[in-house]
C-alpha cells in the first residue's frame, strides 16, 4: 500500500521496431524508498502491461493496479474503469501521478456518489 507522499512514475521503453511504443514500467517512490508498481493478487483486468494515455486493456490495468496501491485492496471494476477514462487515459506516455492527486480524485468520485439522487 502506497504512503501518503508516494508519486507514480510511469516510463516508456524504447520505440520498438514496429512503430509502437515500448513497456510502460511504473515505479512508485514514497517514505520506504522505490519499487515497481505490480498488480494486485486480485486483479481482474487481463492485460500484462501497463500503458496510459488512451482507453484500453493496458491503461485498464493500470488504473486498477495504481488504485489498488493507493487503497490497500483492489477495486470494484467500475471504479477502476472510471479512474482509467477519467484519469489514465489522460496520461502521457513517461507520467508522474501522485497519491495526492489519487486522493483527489477518490475524494470527488465519493461526494458525488453522495450527492446523486437514489436509484429506483
Given at each position: 500500500?502506497?504512503?501518503?507522499?508516494a508519486?507514480?512514475?510511469?516510463?516508456?521503453?524504447?520505440?520498438?521496431?514496429?512503430?509502437?511504443?515500448?513497456?510502460?514500467?511504473?515505479?512508485?517512490?514514497?517514505?520506504?524508498?522505490?519499487?515497481?508498481?505490480?498488480?494486485?493478487?486480485?486483479h481482474?483486468?487481463?492485460?500484462?502491461?501497463?500503458?496510459?494515455?488512451?482507453?484500453?486493456?493496458?491503461p485498464?490495468?493500470l488504473?486498477?493496479?495504481?488504485?489498488?496501491?493507493?487503497?490497500?485492496?483492489?477495486?470494484?471494476?467500475?471504479?477502476?474503469?472510471?479512474?482509467?477514462?477519467?484519469?489514465?487515459?489522460?496520461?502521457?506516455?513517461e507520467?508522474?501521478?501522485?497519491?495526492?492527486?489519487?486522493?483527489?480524485?477518490?475524494?470527488?468520485?465519493?461526494?458525488?456518489?453522495?450527492?446523486a439522487?437514489?436509484?429506483?
Amino acid at each position: 500500500m502506497a504512503l501518503d507522499d508516494a508519486v507514480y512514475l510511469g516510463l516508456r521503453g524504447p520505440q520498438l521496431p514496429s512503430g509502437h511504443g515500448g513497456p510502460t514500467v511504473v515505479g512508485v517512490r514514497d517514505g520506504r524508498g522505490q519499487r515497481t508498481l505490480s498488480k494486485h493478487a486480485d486483479h481482474r483486468m487481463l492485460a500484462d502491461a501497463f500503458e496510459s494515455g488512451y482507453r484500453g486493456a493496458g491503461p485498464d490495468a493500470l488504473a486498477e493496479a495504481i488504485l489498488a496501491d493507493s487503497l490497500g485492496f483492489n477495486p470494484d471494476p467500475p471504479v477502476s474503469e472510471s479512474f482509467e477514462r477519467e484519469v489514465v487515459a489522460r496520461l502521457e506516455s513517461e507520467f508522474e501521478l501522485s497519491a495526492a492527486d489519487v486522493d483527489d480524485w477518490l475524494t470527488l468520485r465519493i461526494a458525488a456518489a453522495r450527492t446523486a439522487p437514489p436509484t429506483t
